[in-house]
């Protein structure tokens, strides 16, 4: 079974360009997560979907975040403006069922590391 | 959200078995506990979950007193590929929300 994909695997840019992030979940999962994790800490939730539903995005910095799951299946997270306290792996994950997080696997893709200069 | 503690660090040997125990004091009735393994350079990975007693799979066990209020995840005989980082994690079922703490930073030495 193919895991979750991610692209590109690294990405450089300037502080004030826009960069976006692609993640192509495991088949058949309803549920796709967006995490940002900063060097030395823990995975944050940015937001989840549901199908192409959003279920949370509360910590999502909507003046420069955005992201979509057109379909319910494939999602981009887009960054614009970039600030240098962006820099972090930005980590895609997907479950099987529709919530229950204390319950539900995540299977993590390998992430795209995000240097703003 | 059951907030967890679990120790920053931690170093063992080879061939030793490793216990790392995770504190959640206000772990509520619905509350699922899960742990996750992450490699330099990966997302992390499942590695077990459980709600009371014990769970055992091929990785590892968890060990949950009674009371819930703490957890133990226990790795038999570690290598050296067992070194990463180890997230304790509180799930409410009726809450979609999981929080990532900073884990605990597991090395092992030959």
């Known amino acids: 079974e193919a895991g979750v994909a991610q692209s590109p695997r690294y990405k450089i840019i300037e502080k004030r360009q826009s960069v976006a992030f692609w993640c192509n979940p495991i088949?058949?999962?309803?549920?796709l997560y967006w995490y940002q994790q900063i060097l030395g800490q823990g995975p944050k939730l940015l937001i989840q979907?549901?199908?192409?539903?959003?279920?949370?995005d509360s910590q999502l910095p909507k003046d420069r975040f955005s992201a979509e799951r057109l379909k319910g299946v494939d999602s981009t997270l887009k960054i614009q403006p970039a600030k240098l306290e962006d820099s972090a792996v930005y980590l895609c994950?997907?479950?099987?069922?529709?919530?229950?997080?204390?319950?539900?696997?995540?299977?993590f893709g390998p992430g795209t590391r995000l240097t703003v200069l | 959200l059951a907030k967890t503690t679990q120790p920053i660090s931690m170093d063992s040997y080879e061939g030793q078995e490793v216990n790392i125990t995770c504190s959640h004091n206000n772990i509520a009735t619905n509350d699922y506990i899960t742990w996750y393994q992450q490699f330099p350079s990966q997302g992390p990975r499942f590695i077990i979950q459980?709600?009371?007693t014990k769970v055992t799979n091929e990785v590892a066990s968890l060990f949950i007193p009674a009371d819930r209020k703490s957890s133990t995840l226990s790795l038999p005989r570690v290598s050296l590929s067992d070194t990463a980082v180890y997230y304790c994690?509180?799930?409410?079922?009726?809450?979609?929300?999981?929080?990532f703490g900073k884990g605990t930073r597991l090395h092992i030495l030959p």
């Open positions: 994950a997907s479950s099987l069922s529709l919530g229950g997080a204390g319950r539900d696997e995540q299977f």
């Open positions: 979907f549901q199908n192409n539903g959003v279920v949370d």
């Open positions: 459980g709600y009371k």
């Open positions: 994690l509180v799930g409410d079922l009726r809450d979609d929300k999981i929080i």
């Open positions: 088949s058949g999962h309803a549920t």
